[in-house]
């Protein structure tokens, strides 16, 4: 039951823990869109409802097409974002939706653990997933599913 999640993506460009939100974009180096696929049985339905084993199969987390700096996008609230299966949009939101900013995520997750250059973090999707869909509708093998965030651009993975 592998399903699509359309997500901005924040990309650390120096060492730090323990950030402070008014600092945070100092950590930052720019953004890049994730697909982060989900394996909606393994989250849901096996291994005791834990998320986390459900996202980290091999081929999981598509990102790209490039990372676009952060002095190429003053404010990474303001984008279109949107997901396309087949053609078909079944994401179509905007980072302005996002439940944390990037200053919050980034301070609370330096908390946790130390956060160096080149590690990704993926900021949230918008409500279109296909499993609370009704009825649910979940990828199949040959489907195309395009990942887009303004500014940055598309990825495009066909499932295998």
Known sequence: ??????????????????????????????????????ARDWQMERNGRQWLLGKTFDTFCPLGPAIVTKDEIPDPHTLGLRCRVNGSTVQDSSTEQLVFKVPTIVA???RIVTLSPGDVILTGTPPGVGVFRKPPVFLKRGDVVECEVDGIGTIRNRVV
């Open 1 to 38: 039951k592998v399903d699509w999640e359309v997500e901005m993506v924040v990309v650390i460009g120096k060492q730090g823990k323990n950030i402070k939100e008014e600092e945070a974009y100092d950590f930052v180096a720019g953004y890049t869109v994730a697909n982060d696929v989900s």
């Open 108 to 110: 609370w997750i330096s």
